[in-house]
């Protein structure tokens, strides 16, 4: 697991200031759905496995510009 977070830390590192800030804006848009809609528990659970789940679609920049 510790490897799977220094992927994700990496990735992380590499976005650029409007990217980041991008990202945050989703997920905010996302917690406020899961947390003020009407979607109850199981919502809120396929809201977080989501959120989850886009830190590790995150593109490796370095391995875009090798190809």
Do not use: C, H, W
């Amino acid at each position: 697991m510790l490897l799977e977070i220094e992927k994700v830390k990496e990735k992380i590192t590499q976005l650029d200031e409007s990217e980041a800030k991008s990202l945050l804006m989703i997920i905010y848009a996302r917690l406020d759905t899961a947390i003020n809609g009407n979607g109850g528990d199981e919502f809120i659970k396929k809201t977080i496995i989501d959120l989850f789940d886009i830190y590790k679609r995150l593109p490796d920049k370095k391995e875009l510009k090798n190809n």
